[in-house]
């Protein structure tokens, strides 16, 4: 030990609180491995004839430390600032809800509605009601890993951008106007929505994202254009000085709102329109982009299961017995078409417009098995049926419907072989915050995440062509 020029008398908690904030602030994984469980180890020999009340004083001591950490060095973080602020504000909250729990105490952070709504918002585009972001309040759009966000979301600035088009694509003289955020994906992505003679959406992207326009243009010419009815948002323009995408605004309904009145003619029918769809752009869209591997979802589901052992050690075997049999009921690869993808079809992306269906957000395009789309959009179903309508079953006729307008329709005929796997594995795609930072209710969705994927897998048991051996 060395330094004593700071010694003082203190709550013994105090230093071992101090020392296990310091010890995370630092990325030790990076360095050697095995460092990362020093915290653990630490504990482990400072816990034995210790009162129970100091070493929970320590956590709270560890807890309020990190949060220091996050404020006072965050100049020391460089570029990945951000990140590492998330990350040790995040490990706080694991602390925090730790203690609570441990005294008994009902944890003050999010209710189980507010981690679903949380954990969706990320891919939400048309959210139901946004913020507008007037000339007062633009500041407060603030983030500097997307470098040209501020001069996009300056209106003056971005009128420059604007005039800089060909008449034909910018409509006439541009002017300035209210903005609205949509989302904004830190250090990501911004989508916003404005008026530049017709109402436009535009999307800044934190890298150069011309290729999302380009593919855009090619689905559009392939039959999804703006006066087909099923369709996709018109590109207008990519300003690559800015990297910013403009695109057609689409008015109309969000699939989500129908679908979460529950089943019924509405909801029928709203299945049958998303069927149409996916089954068309499946057949006539090209395929461009990265080729989706069955290897990348089983990674996940497999991360996700450790995860959840890690939280709850009880677990351990359920989800050690999930991973195998999830692995086990994969396709093979080449046992299976590959199609174009949106790469994240689901309720939130779908507008019913006037006489036009139109699916939204196209950065994550790719090439995939159809089967993976058709159940992650059935998968959404049962996700916002337990949300919103108190079961993951209240939309089985719904989904049962958009299965089988999607195979009338044309649609690949042996998709139903491989949906098992897929909805096992994009059950276990969600709520990896809920989970590390123990929020209220997080055992629940553990319960139901693991309860949904065994599920799956059981309806689809038995050998068939293509699964691996």
């Not at 008398?9 to 050697?32: I, K």
């Not at 320590?58 to 990140?83: N, P, T």
């Not at 086990?328 to 417009?353: T, Y």
Request: proline fraction near 6%; aromatic fraction near 8%; hydrophobic fraction near 40%.
């Amino acid at each position: 030990m060395m330094d004593f020029g700071t010694v003082r008398l203190a709550d013994p908690a105090l230093d071992v609180g101090c020392f296990l904030a310091d010890w995370q602030f630092w990325d030790v994984e990076s360095h050697q491995a095995g460092l990362e469980k020093m915290p653990e180890n630490f504990l482990a020999g400072y816990a034995p004839g210790v009162p129970k009340e100091r070493l929970m004083r320590a956590r709270l001591y560890e807890a309020m430390g990190l949060i220091k950490c996050a404020v006072r060095r965050v100049q020391l973080f460089e570029h990945d600032w951000a990140s590492r602020v998330a990350e040790l504000v995040e490990r706080s909250q694991v602390r925090l809800n730790d203690l609570q729990l441990s005294l008994g105490m009902p944890a003050k952070r999010q209710s189980l509605t507010e981690v679903h709504e949380q954990e969706t918002a990320s891919s939400l585009s048309h959210p139901p009601s946004a913020a507008p972001v007037n000339s007062s309040c633009r500041s407060a759009v603030i983030d500097p890993g997307i470098s040209t966000l501020a001069t996009v979301l300056n209106g003056e600035e971005l009128v420059k951008h604007l005039g800089a088009l060909p008449c034909s694509q910018r409509g006439g003289t541009p002017r300035p106007s209210e903005f609205t955020v949509l989302s904004w994906h830190n250090a990501d992505r911004c989508t916003f929505r404005f008026v530049f003679q017709t109402e436009l959406v535009g999307k800044v992207y934190a890298t150069d994202r011309h290729d999302v326009h380009e593919v855009m243009e090619k689905i559009s010419r392939s039959g999804f254009g703006q006066a087909d009815e099923y369709s996709i948002p018109q590109p207008v323009a990519y300003l690559p000085a800015v990297r910013l995408l403009l695109q057609e605004w689409v008015e109309g309904t969000s699939a989500n709102e129908v679908f979460k009145q529950g089943d019924g003619p509405q909801s029928t029918e709203a299945a049958k329109r998303c069927a149409r769809w996916l089954a068309r752009f499946h057949a006539l869209a090209p395929p461009v982009g990265p080729i989706a591997g069955v290897e990348r979802l089983l990674s996940q589901g497999e991360r996700k299961c450790q995860l959840i052992a890690q939280a709850d050690p009880s677990l351990a075997d359920r989800c050690a017995d999930l991973s195998e049999r999830l692995r086990a009921a994969a396709p093979a690869p080449g046992s299976f078409p590959l199609c174009a993808s949106q790469g994240d079809f689901w309720e939130r992306q779908i507008i019913f417009a006037a006489g036009r269906t139109v699916v939204l957000d196209w950065d994550d395009y790719d090439v995939a098995d159809p089967a993976r789309d058709v159940a992650h959009f059935i998968v959404s179903l049962e996700k916002l049926a337990g949300k919103h309508l108190g079961s993951t079953r209240a939309l089985d006729d719904a989904s049962s419907v958009f299965l089988q307008t999607y195979l009338e329709e044309g649609g690949e005929s042996r998709v139903p072989e491989r949906l098992s796997f897929y909805k096992a594995a994009f059950w276990l795609r969600w709520w990896k915050n809920a989970i590390q930072t123990r929020a209220p209710g997080w055992r629940k969705l553990v319960d139901m995440m693991l309860e949904e994927s065994f599920t799956s897998l059981a309806a689809g048991a038995g050998a068939r062509p293509g699964q691996r051996q």
